[in-house]
């Protein structure tokens, strides 16, 4: 329950199809202190008529989501916090829970919805195309999805608010929807000025794929792979970040061309059902959540991470994104890229 118009309408239609709910908020961050959205979640659970927890994480969730997040970027990666949230810290807790009260169901206001195939759960794709959350539970296990609840999967963002409006929950029904990162919603860059020591972040070069001089930059952090706008640099025709060194303070820039890359490999992964994915020619990998799939076969190597062969070339692929498979609507796995 985050106070949200997802969860809210979520309980709502969970009440409606007659289970027992319980809902709980987790303390996560909590941007200048603001705690409205534990007022909104309290508030609503109390015309619902149903019990309220609140359970304070914010210091699992520093060391594990903002401090990663901190450190991938001095590591000259490109994190994915929303993905290492859902898969590793919010659901895994939600199951804590509920166990704890002896609660067998665990559901969310996610836009997914799930199915059963070849004796194992997958998560398949939400009705809305545009709210679609799959990418982010490519890492779920399948105790967790045998017990989840998705009562808002098969519905649009259009048709939540309407049932929320037409309930009388008008608050709920005019929430804006959260973008971005929820603990820098903004800019990243401002993020880390604010959190990592003036010392550790220093002004250094932009060089051409030969190791050339181009020009300064206000320090590697600030970069990511694929970046072309904001560079603060003017020159005759466009470039992209290809390469992060930490180690030299240096950002490799290249053409749109030199980024292409027909392979990469994936660690921390996820795999729910092998057959489905490993050594198949039917499969699709994303690495972005709104951009297009690309096919590609997978295959599982000795040190135990994955080789992804691209069937076609795909640019500005960065260590730390992370990457899910699918076939058609199912997501059948998922990892972390992997710096080359």
């Known amino acids: ?21 319980t809902g709980i908020t987790f303390r996560f961050y909590e941007k200048d202190g603001s705690t409205e959205y534990l007022d909104d979640a309290r508030d609503l659970c109390h015309r619902l008529g149903i019990r309220h927890i609140v359970s304070d994480q914010r210091e699992l969730f520093q060391s594990t989501i903002i401090d990663y997040f901190i450190r991938e970027y001095m590591r000259g990666h ?83 608010r309407h049932i929320a409006h037409e309930r009388g929950f008008l608050k709920v029904a005019q929430k804006k929807d959260s973008l971005g990162v929820c603990f820098c919603p903004m800019d990243y860059r401002t993020f880390l000025r604010n959190n ?57 820039l290249s053409d749109y061309k030199s980024l292409e890359r027909m392979s990469m490999r994936l660690e921390n992964h996820n795999i729910v059902n092998p057959s489905l994915l490993l ?34 070339p795909l640019a500005a692929i960065a260590p730390g994104q992370a990457a899910a498979f699918y076939r058609d609507d199912v997501v059948l796995g998922g990892g972390i890229i992997m710096a080359e």
């Open 1 to 21: 329950m985050s106070g949200g118009t997802d969860s809210s309408v979520a309980a709502l239609l969970l009440q409606d199809a007659g289970y027992e709910v």
């Open 78 to 160: 490109t994190p994915f916090p929303c993905t290492l949230c859902n898969n590793y810290l919010k659901w895994p807790l939600l199951r804590q829970v509920a166990d704890s009260l002896d609660i067998h169901h665990l559901a969310t206001g996610h836009y997914v919805q799930k199915r059963y195939i070849d004796n194992h759960w997958h998560i398949t794709n939400g009705a809305d195309t545009d709210k679609n959350q799959s990418f982010f539970l490519w890492g779920l296990p399948q105790d967790i999805m045998e017990r989840m609840l998705l009562p808002i999967g098969h519905l649009t963002k259009q048709h939540i």
């Open 196 to 252: 990592v020591p003036t010392h550790n972040i220093q002004k250094g070069k932009f060089v051409n794929e030969k190791g050339d001089f181009i020009a300064w930059h206000d320090g590697y952090p600030f970069y990511t792979i694929g970046q072309r706008r904001g560079l603060g640099i003017d020159l005759n025709q466009a470039v992209f970040v290809k390469e992060i060194i930490p180690a030299e303070n240096k950002v490799v």
């Open 279 to 312: 050594d198949r020619d039917d499969v699709t990998v994303k690495i972005r959540y709104r951009k297009q799939e690309n096919r590609c076969t997978v295959t599982l190597l000795p040190d135990n991470t994955l080789h992804v062969r691209l069937h076609e």
